[in-house]
């Protein structure tokens, strides 16, 4: 207590040096959760325009060949098959988990004299793994429905509300799809930053309504957890290998079909946020190592201008150990206390962030997005920052403590 209230009385006789070494502090820390939250508001961008995206599929769309194979001329259309997808599952199970295959048609949805443009899907009932669909009233589609090839659908709130009206309950109710009439099973959350309606119909039905008993439009393969980017990579390559023998074209035709690996762009986006997470982390140490510095210089000047107040205490017995410690804790003070408003002050600042920029959203016609999402900082980030600002101020008042426990007594008291 006595050690406290001495290094206290110590930095009231230097209250201007204080406040300056203070400020150089407080603003090293204030611009360290600045650029954390501004960090957090792009990671939480990133993560937010990827809600709803298949980022552990494989997505397989039919194209042309661009190049000739074994005598067959470039220029050929392929067309994928169920088998297809069976195959690819079964030979490349190590890192498959499980397949789906969908159909798309754009129809016109009529209820009385109601219409809307919307895109008919035909889908597994496994297509809740592959996309993010949230049932709102009614269920999603059942093995029950694809095997018996009903006429059901699950419409989006965005079209129940144009189609039946508002407050209006669908399920239950029958909808015309082109020329097919649907009974309506369930109604799901709306995407509200796609302005497409979707519609989604047993596979079967869709597939035998518009194609033949195997032609199906694109495959999704669902990786299976923890598959590594290398095995990622060489599954892209195995699936075009595959098929390029089943559909005779040239296994590095990259036009003969049409591969989007989610899975493998979802760890290099994990991969992307990390070294983006780091680089804020490096910038606002950086940031606070120039008001470290500071600490650290106005201590060692402390320290010389408290040479014979020193060597008194040596000379009446104080130990080496009792000047580190007086030394260290004055510098503790100075970027605990500092650091504490500036890391407040950052924080107020990242909510101001959130309530002005936070809230920006772009709007292209069909497209809607946040552009800066939740710019905060987490109460584990603050924590660190505040362990940060103790070990700082603990390394900045280390070395001219050091250096106040080597004066001799003789020297310090004739000087």
């Keep these: 207590m006595n050690t406290i209230r001495e290094v206290w009385d110590a930095m009231m006789r230097n209250k201007m040096r204080v406040t300056a070494t203070g400020i150089a502090v407080a603003s090293g820390i204030f611009l360290l ?31 042309m060949t ?6 067959l ?20 199970d190590d890192v498959v988990l499980s397949s789906s295959a969908q159909l798309e048609k754009t129809e016109t949805a009529n209820v009385g004299h109601k219409h809307a443009t919307v895109s008919l899907m035909g889908v597994f009932p496994s297509y809740t793994e592959f996309e993010n669909i949230q049932i709102l009233r ?3 589609l059942n093995d029950i429905d694809l095997r018996k090839r009903r006429r059901v659908v699950v419409i989006d709130e965005k079209a129940e509300t144009a189609l039946f009206g508002k407050n209006a309950n669908a399920v239950g109710r029958d909808i015309r799809v082109g020329q097919s009439m649907y009974r309506v ?5 709306n995407d ?7 519609f989604y119909a047993p596979f079967t039905t869709v597939q035998g309504i518009y194609g033949g008993k195997q032609e199906i439009g694109n495959i999704t393969l669902k990786a299976r957890p923890g598959s590594t980017e290398q095995q990622l990579e060489e599954l892209t390559e195995g699936i075009r290998y595959t098929l390029g023998t089943r559909h005779e074209f040239d296994p590095t035709d990259r036009r003969a079909v049409w591969i989007w690996n989610s899975a493998e762009d979802n760890a290099s986006m994990n991969q992307a946020k990390g070294i983006l997470n780091t680089s804020f982390w490096i910038l606002g140490l950086l940031t606070l190592l120039s008001g470290i510095v500071g600490v650290s210089n106005i201590m060692l000047i402390s320290v010389k201008e408290r040479t014979h107040e020193f060597g008194i205490r040596r000379a009446i017995g104080a130990r080496p150990w009792n000047i580190i410690r007086m030394v260290m804790l004055e510098s503790v003070l100075i970027t605990t206390f500092f650091g504490y408003w500036g890391m407040l002050a950052g924080i107020v600042f990242c909510e101001w962030m959130d309530q002005t920029v936070g809230s920006t959203v772009v709007d292209i016609g069909v497209f809607q997005q946040k552009v800066f999402v939740d710019p905060t900082v987490d109460l584990s980030i603050c924590l660190q920052a505040t362990v940060v600002m103790i070990i700082a101020g603990a390394i900045a008042g280390f070395f001219p403590a050091r250096r106040a426990a080597q004066v001799k007594p003789i020297e310090a008291l004739r000087g």
């Design 33 to 63: 959760i600045v650029l954390l939250g501004a960090g957090n508001g792009i990671i939480h961008t990133m993560e937010q325009n990827s809600q709803g995206l298949n980022l552990d599929a494989i997505n397989i769309w039919p194209g």
């Design 66 to 71: 661009s190049k000739p194979w074994n005598g």
């Design 73 to 92: 001329k470039e220029g050929r259309s392929i067309q994928l098959k169920d088998d297809d997808r069976k195959a690819l599952e079964k030979q490349h």
């Design 138 to 140: 009614g269920r999603f």
């Design 185 to 189: 099973v369930g109604v799901q959350k």
């Design 192 to 198: 509200f930053a796609f302005s497409n309606n979707n």
